[in-house]
């Protein structure tokens, strides 16, 4: 496994990084033992940083597998859509008793768009600022989904890390394309953030060439480290292995194949109709007003989760 410093933090991070979200409740909905079991696997194969947010509702995993993992220490990154110094404070005193932990690696401002959200939100920046003084956090910063938002980060002295969506076709995105993002994040890299990348498949929608994503993610040199969400020992063992540039067994990758997967629509969507107007097998419709996917009729083509303005759509 490759190691990188994150930027100027001196925080020494794995290249593949653990993306929390998939194992929890807003997607696959492991039961705790057996998601931690996973975490587990990945930091026993040289993995040493792990991604969550207090709205993943992934602690409790975490939180085990770190008790069960006593070799080396394991970077966290987490955040929250705090924005002033009393909801800042209720984030990381969850963050911390849900992990059981004393100090935290990385706390980001959640989904960041511009100069105007970073500005709404500086009231919890400015305490995680304090904390960092204090020693209880190490580094802060924020992760988004706009061009915008790297470019602003970029410039703040008070942005340690950044956490971009970046992948091979750009999907989710919001404001530009794949080029327009890289050459952001080259310009955050230049200015010495640290810099990992979320979303390199796509959030799953991009699962027909796992390979060729993982590829091109891995050669973006400025990308300090690579979050991808896993849900079984054997993805791990699979990233693992191609992040170390080693052959994947075929045992593995037919496993990995063979997993049964879903179409998922998050929350947060506004039923806007295009993914249903777009879908050539006619697989979406709305009912009651909810997304709802006819699982015989989806082939899970991802191509619906490029027209969903507010990336809602993954492949799980």
Not at 255 to 264: D, G, N, P, Q, Y
Request: hydrophobic fraction near 35%; include cysteine; proline fraction near 2%.
């Amino acid at each position: 496994m490759e190691y990188r410093v994150l930027g100027n933090t001196g925080i020494k991070v794995s290249r593949l990084c653990f993306g929390g979200l998939t194992i929890g409740p807003l997607q696959a909905n492991l039961p705790i033992e057996i998601g931690a079991q996973i975490i587990l696997e990945a930091f026993n194969r040289g993995v040493n940083f792990i991604d969550t947010a207090e709205l993943y509702e992934t602690y409790p995993y975490i939180k085990m597998a770190l008790e069960n993992y006593n070799k080396n220490h394991i970077v966290v990154a987490t955040k929250s859509y705090a924005y002033d110094e009393e909801t800042a404070k209720v984030s990381l005193y969850k963050a911390l008793t849900g992990l059981n932990i004393e100090k935290i690696d990385i706390f980001l401002l959640h989904e960041q768009e511009s100069e105007h959200t970073l500005k709404g939100h500086y009231g919890a920046l400015n305490y995680y600022l304090k904390m960092k003084e204090q020693g209880i956090i190490k580094a802060v910063g924020i992760s988004t989904h706009t061009i915008r938002a790297v470019d602003v980060a970029a410039k703040m002295e008070e942005i340690d890390v950044i956490h971009p969506i970046i992948n091979k076709t750009g999907i989710g995105i919001q404001d530009g394309s794949r080029d327009d993002m890289l050459k952001a994040i080259k310009k955050a890299y230049k200015n010495g953030k640290g810099i990992y990348g979320m979303k390199p498949i796509g959030g799953g929608n991009l699962i027909h060439s796992v390979g060729e994503c993982l590829d091109y993610a891995i050669g973006i040199n400025e990308l300090h480290s690579i979050a991808v969400g896993m849900q079984t020992k054997e993805e791990v063992i699979a990233n693992v292995l191609k992040f170390s540039g080693e052959k994947i067994p075929d045992e593995i990758l037919n496993k990995i194949s063979t997993k049964k997967r879903k179409l998922h629509i998050d929350y947060w969507c506004e039923k806007c109709g295009n993914c249903v107007k777009h879908c050539k097998h006619k697989a979406l419709s709305i009912v009651s007003n909810k997304v709802v996917v006819d699982i015989d009729k989806c082939v899970l083509c991802g191509y619906c989760s490029s027209y969903c303005p507010q990336f809602c759509i993954k492949i799980v």
